[in-house]
C-alpha cells in the first residue's frame, strides 16, 4: 500500500476540546484542579480518552471524570453504535486522580472499534453525562494486512510547552492524519523537572508564550504535581483528538522523574526538597499508571513498565525499561556487569520472549539508544555506550550479550527504535566494523522531539561497529521548535511482501531518511 493510500476512512467528530486560543495565555475550559468530590449536574469526560495495548481482540480505554463516577464503556461497528456492547467498567474517584481503565476483550481483529465512554453518577447509574467518542483499530489476524505505526518522544521539555501561537502540539495533528494503527511514544512523556514558564524570549528577540499551570510552575515532587504534569499534556486540543483516534504504547524515561536519574540516586538539585530519587520514581510511576492505559501497571498486573505488546503475525513490539532496573551512571569501564541498564531479569524475560516470537518483525523500543554517546556530567554516561570503541565494557555487556543471543538463536526481523537525544538519525551496526564482533548487523532508527528543545548530534561509540547513514540535528543546544523542526518516525509494514519501510518524518511532514528492510533475515 502506497503511503497515506487507503487507510482513511472518513472525518469524524471525535473529541473536540476547549484549548487555549490563540490570543491567550489563560488556562482552557479544562480545569486543573482535581475534582471537587461532589458537584451539582452530570459528571464529565473533558480530558479525552485514550486507548492503549491494543492487540487482536483486547484493548485498554482510559477516562478522566471530573468527580466520583462509574465507567461505562460502549463499543460497535459504526458511529450509530447500533448492536453496541457494553463493558462496565471501575467505579473511579480521588484514589486514582479520578482516572480509570476498562479492559476489552473479544474483539473482532483488524477492523476499526467505534467506543464512546460514558461516566455515570455512582449511586444512579442512570445519571450520566455525554459521552465521549473515538476509535481505534485491531490488529490484523491476518499477514495481508498493511500496518503502519508512528514513534517518537520527548514533550514540553526544556520549559518549551504549549504555545497557543503556534497552535499548541500541532505535530500530533499530523500523525493523526496519517492515520497510523498506533503511537510509539519511547520516553519523556513529561519533564517532570521542567517547569513551564509562560513567557521565554527566543534568541532573534521572539517570544515563546506557554499555557501555564500551577503543577507546571515547580518541579514534580509530590504525588499531586506529578499527576499535574501529566495532566499538563491534555490541556492540547490536538493531542486529545489524536489520543481519541490513535492507540499508545507508552514506555518511561529520565524526565518523567528527573534528568539522567537512576535507582538509588540522591539529587544534587537545590529545587528539590525531597532528593531521594526513589521516593520521586515511585510517585512518578504511580501517576504514569494512572494517566496511560499500560497492560502491566493495572491494579491486577505485575507493576512493570517492560513488556511485549503484540501486533499480529506481522509485528510484536518489545517495550523496554532502561531506568528501573539500571545501576548507578558511572565511567562505564567494568569488566563485569550482570545489572548493566536493563537488570538480570528484564535481560532473561528478553531473551526468551525474543526467541519465542512468531512475528516477522521484532522492533525492540528502547528508551536510550545503543551507540550513541550520552554524558551525565564530566566522567559518567547516561545510556549504553561510553565512548570506549573497544572491546564491551560496563553496560555494553549486556548489550553484546543480547545481541549474541539473536544471532546464535537465529532471532530474525529484529528493529531498534529510540529518541532521547532530540534530534533525528539512522545508524546501521555490522560486526565487521567493530571491535566485538559475535553479532548480526541491525538497525536503529532514531526520532524525536515531539515538542521539547532540539540537541547538537552526539558521538558514535565504535565497540558494535555503527556508522551513521542519516542525520538532521541543529547546532546548537535547546533549540526552541520555533527554531528546529521537530520529529517523528513512520514504520509501514507491507502485508504481501513483509518488506518494513522506515521513514524519518520532521514537523510539516517532510521524509529527510527512508529505508526499505526485508523479512525473514538475522541481520540487515
Given amino acids: ?23 491567550a495565555l489563560a488556562l482552557p475550559a479544562l480545569s486543573c484542579a482535581a475534582p471537587a468530590q461532589a458537584r451539582s449536574g452530570r459528571p464529565t469526560a473533558e480530558w479525552g ?25 460502549q463499543t460497535a461497528a459504526t458511529e450509530s453504535f447500533r448492536n453496541a456492547r457494553t463493558w462496565h467498567g471501575p467505579v473511579i474517584g480521588a484514589g486514582t486522580d479520578f482516572t480509570g481503565v476498562t479492559s476489552l476483550h473479544g474483539l473482532p481483529s483488524g477492523e476499526q472499534i467505534h467506543y464512546r465512554v460514558l461516566l455515570a453518577d455512582p449511586d444512579d447509574p442512570r445519571h450520566t453525562g455525554e459521552p465521549a467518542t473515538g476509535t481505534f483499530r485491531t490488529a490484523p489476524r491476518q499477514r495481508r494486512q498493511d500496518v503502519r505505526f508512528h514513534w517518537s518522544g520527548d514533550l514540553a521539555g526544556q520549559g518549551w510547552g504549549i504555545n497557543p501561537d503556534r497552535g499548541g502540539y500541532r505535530i500530533y495533528e499530523e500523525m493523526r492524519r496519517r492515520n497510523p494503527d498506533f503511537f510509539l511514544c519511547s520516553g519523556d ?14 534568541p532573534d528577540g521572539r517570544i515563546w508564550r506557554n499555557v501555564t499551570t500551577e503543577e507546571k510552575s515547580k ?45 538509588g540516586q540522591l539529587l544534587d538539585d537545590a529545587r528539590y526538597t525531597e532528593k531521594d530519587a526513589d521516593v520521586l520514581a515511585a ?53 563485569d556487569d550482570p545489572q548493566g541498564i536493563l537488570g538480570a531479569d ?111 548530534a552526539l558521538k558514535l561509540d565504535g565497540t558494535f561497529g555503527p556508522t551513521q547513514a542519516f542525520i538532521k540535528a541543529p547546532d546548537r543546544a535547546n533549540t526552541s521548535p520555533a527554531e528546529s523542526p521537530q520529529y517523528f518516525g513512520e514504520i509501514d509494514i507491507d502485508g504481501g511482501s513483509g518488506e518494513l519501510t522506515v521513514r524519518l518524518r520532521q514537523e510539516g511532514g517532510e521524509v529527510l531518511f527512508s529505508k526499505v528492510l526485508q523479512p525473514g533475515q538475522v541481520g540487515q
Fill in 189 to 202: 512523556n513529561i519533564y517532570a523537572d521542567s517547569p513551564i514558564t509562560s513567557r521565554v524570549t527566543l
Fill in 49 to 73: 480518552v485514550q486507548v492503549g495495548d491494543v492487540t487482536t481482540s483486547s484493548g485498554l480505554v482510559w477516562v478522566r471524570s471530573d468527580r466520583p463516577a462509574r465507567m461505562v464503556v
Fill in 219 to 263: 518541579v514534580a515532587e509530590t504525588l499531586a504535581e506529578f499527576r499535574g504534569a501529566f495532566r499538563y499534556n491534555l490541556l492540547d486540543d490536538n493531542l486529545r483528538r489524536f489520543n481519541a483516534q490513535v492507540p499508545t504504547i507508552v514506555q518511561w524515561d529520565d524526565h518523567e522523574v528527573h534528568n539522567n536519574w537512576y535507582p
Fill in 283 to 335: 510517585r512518578s510511576l504511580r501517576a504514569f499508571g494512572e494517566y496511560f492505559p499500560v497492560r502491566t501497571l493495572r491494579a491486577d498486573g505485575d507493576g512493570r513498565v517492560y513488556r511485549v505488546v503484540r501486533h499480529g503475525p506481522l509485528l510484536d513490539v518489545f517495550v523496554l525499561d532502561m531506568r528501573r532496573y539500571r545501576n548507578a551512571n558511572s565511567p562505564g569501564r567494568q569488566t
Fill in 346 to 456: 528484564q535481560l532473561r524475560w528478553l531473551k526468551r520472549e525474543l526467541s519465542r516470537s512468531q512475528a516477522v518483525w521484532k522492533v525492540i523500543a528502547s528508551d536510550m539508544p545503543l551507540g550513541l554517546v550520552v554524558p551525565d556530567g564530566k566522567t559518567n554516561f547516561e545510556a549504553v555506550a561510553q565512548g570506549d570503541p573497544g572491546a564491551p565494557l560496563g553496560r555494553e555487556l549486556q548489550l553484546a550479550e543480547l545481541l549474541r543471543h539473536i544471532k546464535h538463536h537465529r532471532v530474525t526481523g529484529t528493529v531498534w527504535l529510540t529518541t532521547d537525544v532530540h534530534y533525528t538519525s539512522a545508524q546501521h551496526y555490522a560486526p565487521e566494523r567493530a571491535a566485538f564482533k559475535d553479532f548480526a548487523p541491525f538497525w536503529e532508527f532514531v526520532s524525536g522531539p515531539l515538542n521539547a528543545g532540539g540537541f547538537q
Fill in 1 to 23: 500500500m502506497a503511503p497515506g493510500s487507503g487507510r482513511g476512512f472518513g472525518r469524524r467528530s471525535l473529541l473536540h476540546g476547549t484549548a487555549a486560543g490563540s490570543a
